[in-house]
């Protein structure tokens, strides 16, 4: 397999970190090299967080070249096309369709969409928070929820089972069987 590159973005609070913890373990469960590294700001605040992730055989850098990534999961939408510069035309975006507010700045979710289409014509956009408090009454394994949406499309080559196996070995207990039914909302989506 060729490094694959992957990015998450969005602002901190919703769940990024962990997210990187996620998919790092899940692929070292699957027997790949992987190296990762995380870029953030204000991330208690609500400020803009960028992970990296290189999953492959042999993995030097973990950080991404402008125009490599193969994936970018994007968990706020403004967010996602600040990152834009990662992406390739046949790079997969898989976006939430969430905006934070940013005084002066804002631009409407479709202008958002069309700009991200122009790149791409593999991009996803899921409005991952009102689905997970829809049916699940918990919008905080969204994130989780479009995890398990990209491994089950094959958007990224990390099983279901892996990511199964390393949320119970890195989320506390008491939110395993929420971010277990995340996963199976994914698969039904």
């Not at 990662?86 to 790079?91: G, H, K, L, V």
């Given at each position: 397999?060729?490094?694959?590159?992957?990015?998450?973005?969005?602002?901190?609070?919703?769940?990024?970190?962990?997210?990187?913890?996620?998919?790092?373990?899940?692929?070292?469960?699957?027997?790949?090299?992987?190296?990762?590294?995380?870029?953030?700001?204000?991330?208690?605040?609500?400020?803009?967080?960028?992970?990296?992730?290189?999953?492959?055989?042999?993995?030097?850098?973990?950080?991404?070249?402008?125009?490599?990534?193969?994936?970018?999961?994007?968990?706020?939408?403004?967010?996602?096309?600040?990152?834009?510069?990662?992406?390739?035309?046949?790079?997969?975006?898989?976006?939430?369709?969430?905006?934070?507010?940013?005084?002066?700045?804002?631009?409407?979710?479709?202008?958002?969409?069309?700009?991200?289409?122009?790149?791409?014509?593999?991009?996803?956009?899921?409005?991952?928070?009102?689905?997970?408090?829809?049916?699940?009454?918990?919008?905080?394994?969204?994130?989780?929820f479009l995890l398990a949406y990209a491994s089950y499309k094959n958007f990224i080559p990390v099983s279901l089972k892996s990511i199964t196996q390393s949320i119970k070995q890195i989320?506390?207990?008491?939110?395993?069987?929420?971010?277990?039914?995340?996963?199976?909302?994914?698969?039904?989506?």
């Amino acid at each position: 397999m060729k490094t694959f590159n992957i990015i998450i973005c969005g602002t901190g609070g919703q769940g990024i970190i962990t997210l990187l913890k996620i998919l790092t373990k899940a692929a070292l469960i699957e027997g790949f090299n992987v190296k990762s590294s995380e870029l953030h700001g204000l991330s208690q605040r609500g400020g803009s967080v960028k992970t990296h992730i290189k999953i492959g055989k042999k993995i030097f850098s973990p950080l991404i070249l402008p125009g490599q990534a193969d994936f970018l999961l994007g968990l706020e939408a403004q967010e996602t096309l600040r990152a834009k510069n990662f992406a390739n035309s046949n790079t997969v975006f898989l976006v939430n369709k969430h905006l934070i507010p940013i005084p002066g700045a804002n631009l409407k979710l479709n202008e958002i969409e069309n700009n991200i289409r122009n790149i791409s014509k593999q991009a996803y956009f899921v409005d991952a928070i009102s689905i997970t408090q829809k049916k699940l009454k918990n919008s905080m394994v969204a994130g989780v929820f479009l995890l398990a949406y990209a491994s089950y499309k094959n958007f990224i080559p990390v099983s279901l089972k892996s990511i199964t196996q390393s949320i119970k070995q890195i989320i506390k207990p008491e939110y395993q069987e929420i971010n277990q039914k995340a996963i199976e909302l994914a698969k039904k989506f």
